[in-house]
């Protein structure tokens, strides 16, 4: 099983996302599936089904130990900004985000990913073709509330990724500061 534990985004989102979509030439570039768009806290990879439990009890501790956050100043842009190969909607970093992707790593024994500036980011779109046109970047208005994560499989099908979410839980605390990195 291929799991990844993220945000799902709320409709209005998912609304000013597709028209934000809409706006720019989408020449050389495959737009992912509206009904797939979700904001990443970690990604864990290939797991054995006989590991759901251990991750699902990670999950809910991290879960019931986070408060609710708000990210903002979220940006339409194509990433990297040398090389372009995604169109995300990336918004300012957030030491709360951070902070839950190290929980996360911390809790399923997964080393965090360190690098910076760390984007909280949905993607929206991928390079269908070697080198395509970047798209010019403008701002995208309100703020997305991070409230709940939910641990999702991912499967590759006929029609491309589908996600299934196994598990969906509330962020019910205050989040205690994570391990620090190692290094």
């Known amino acids: 099983m291929r799991l990844f534990i993220a945000a799902s985004l709320p409709a209005v989102w998912s609304t000013r996302l597709r028209d934000a979509l809409a706006a720019p030439d989408l ?5 992912t599936d509206p009904d797939g768009w979700h904001l990443t806290a970690r990604f864990i990879g290939e797991r054995a089904a006989d590991e759901l439990g251990t991750i699902h009890a990670s999950l809910r501790t991290v879960c019931a130990t986070t408060a609710p956050y708000a990210l903002s100043a979220a940006l339409l842009c194509t990433m990297p900004e ?8 990336r918004f300012a970093p957030h030491p709360a ?4 992707h190290h929980r996360l790593s911390h809790a399923l024994g997964l080393p965090p990913d360190d690098r910076e500036p760390f984007w909280p980011h949905v993607t929206l779109a991928r390079a269908a073709v070697p080198h395509p046109p970047a798209v010019a970047a403008r701002p995208l208005p309100g703020e997305l509330m991070v409230d709940r994560l939910a641990l999702y499989e991912s499967r590759r099908t006929a029609e491309g990724l589908r996600y299934t979410p196994l598990l969906t839980l509330p962020l019910a605390g205050t989040a205690p500061t994570a391990p620090a990195a190692a290094g």
């Open 27 to 31: 020449t050389g570039w495959a737009p």
């Open 82 to 89: 040398d090389r372009p190969r995604m169109i995300w909607s």
């Open 97 to 100: 985000h951070r902070d839950l």
